[in-house]
DNA sequence: CATCGATGATCAATCGTTTGCGCAACTGGA
DNA sequence: TCCAGTTGCGCAAACGATTGATCATCGATG
């Protein structure tokens, strides 16, 4: 048994020869011998389970955050646990015992928009290490992706495209990543010199609903936009759907971009010109960045720089006039 | 530490008083003792842990199908571990280990659509508790949605509609939930006596690409069909798709209602009529028959009959000539 | 007073792996 | 021949929870 477990752990300090090790690999599949998971996790204080909470699962962007986070995971020989559901999110009885009990050795944390970060540290409390992604809290290290560039990407298309009036439909006001947008567009249209209006912003949230609820106040104004930005592309399939109701044709009255591409925007109604986000480069980043933590590693925030945003054109964007 | 444990594991059996029992649970509470995961796995032979296997999370059907299994496992003091890569799925080295080390306690697997059921059997060997869905594998318990009642339900719609050609775009035949939405399907063609030409029948998957390929296939008959099921939302996608690329309109050239909803069938162009199927109560399903096979159960197979399947009519489909 | 049942406290064995350590055997070099 | 290094083997302690069993105490009853 100790020389099965010098071997199959892989320790370089075992007294034994090569040829050794092989048969004892050998003899391991032959039997199909596994160690014990439990007894294992009990000896090491480890499971080699990296816990991912969400908000939310229906959200169009989720896909490609959990492909990442599950591929880093098991590169670095663990598995990733799943958590949605009421009760597994911070404050809940299930989070509690997740944390409690040892059985992740941390977790990927995305918070749920517009939640308080001081709110949030102290619910958590710091029991296991963390990473959160779209928006740090106290005491945490956080990943998040270059919200500011990906608007101003955006802003420098409609520009280009001859829009002067353009819209934000910007997350909920407290939101860091919602914030981060914000600044992006601001920037770009100061720096492109167009018409800055502080009417052209709301701040109604990520939803599909708010997305609609942005469009209506944005063409009520006395000289709505003929470009709109929109925060994230699940707002802008919402957008697309005010516009229609409200006798808006897409992209000729209204051109539309949405932060973050998702494959739910080539087949939009019409298809969404998007900046897509490095969002599987997040969940491997998040990852990685809880690695660092669980070796002992300062508390740290971090973008993902690479793959920069990039412009999708599909066909919610015309130049103006056309 | 005896009382301590017998009292968190709600140990009906322990000569403890009820009073002692409450003052053991504040104590625990008041020091934030949780009992070690650990420990109590090794001791148990139980992680109360549900993992579950999916081909793929980008699918718009996804997230209902975890929503269910999450839900599930949550409500019975388990959490679910997911797994998507390539080397979770059964065949890779992390599924050996999972079973092989006792990781999980039971695992819902969504196979491969065209994976053969014996060879799967004999790659996952039956070294775990074990439910399918979709498609059952000898040897384990499955549950099923009432794939021919989807497109049966589809069918009347059209032909209430007045459509007498009605094309099927199905999955690979291979496919045993393929086969039951054609059975649905050939079964309403000939209770509505509709035209039953073979040639309407088509095999190419559930992916996007395949939907524009059959859709490509059905208008190039001699007398291409006025309305069509496609037995996928994802394949329904393409098939809008490659009805504009062939200049068809949607829906006064075709009627297309697809089997499965999903938020994402709303935004289409045009929003797409579906039949909406019970894939979160799948979900539940699912590992409720798995807690049934972990307690020494006889394999089953099961239906998910309730909600049945339920029309939502958009704007894909339209009364024939209108 | 003696007996019985309920209850609290305590102990030890078990679950399976890991790992430090000691002993023994073998090999090569001085 | 002696010494040192390498390697194989085996042992025991540790990790933390669970649970059967034993002993002691208390209260109620005959």
Not at 255 to 276: F, G
């Amino acid at each position: 048994m100790s020389a099965v477990s010098r071997v199959l752990s892989g320790d370089p300090a075992a007294r034994l020869s090569e040829a050794t090790r092989e048969r004892v690999r050998q003899a391991a599949v032959e039997v199909g011998y596994h160690p014990n998971f439990a007894g294992r996790a009990l000896k090491l204080a480890r499971t080699d389970v990296i816990a991912l909470i969400v908000p939310d699962v229906t959200n169009a962007l989720f896909s490609m955050l959990v492909q990442g986070v599950e591929d880093e995971a098991v590169a670095r020989g663990c598995v990733m646990l799943l958590a949605r559901s009421e009760d597994m999110q911070p404050g809940g009885t299930m989070f509690d015992r997740l944390v409690g009990e040892g059985r992740v050795d941390g977790i990927v944390l995305q918070p749920r928009d517009g939640t308080d970060p001081a709110e949030l540290a102290e619910t958590v409390g710091m029991r296991a290490p963390l990473v959160t992604i779209h928006q740090p809290i106290p005491g945490a290290s956080s990943v998040v992706v270059p919200d500011a560039l990906a608007t101003r990407t955006a802003v420098e298309h409609l520009a280009s495209a001859g829009h002067r009036r353009i819209g934000f439909a910007g997350g909920l006001a407290a939101s860091p990543s919602a914030r981060r947008r914000a600044e992006g567009f601001r920037e770009a249209v100061a720096r492109a010199g167009l018409d800055d209006d502080p009417a052209l912003m709301t701040w109604r949230g990520y939803q599909e609903g708010d997305g609609r609820a942005a469009v209506a106040e944005l063409l009520a104004l006395p000289e709505p936009p003929t470009g709109l930005v929109v925060a994230n592309v699940n707002a802008a399939v919402g957008a697309l759907a005010q516009a229609r109701t409200q006798g808006r044709a897409v992209p000729e009255d209204l051109s539309v971009v949405a932060v973050h591409d998702a494959k739910t925007a080539e087949h939009t109604w019409p298809p969404l010109t998007c900046v897509r986000m490095p969002l599987y480069e997040l969940g491997r980043a998040a990852v990685a960045a809880l690695f660092d933590v669980i070796a002992g590693g300062p508390v740290e925030r971090r973008a993902v720089e690479s793959p920069p945003p990039e412009l999708v054109v599909r066909e919610s964007t015309a130049v103006r006039g056309s």
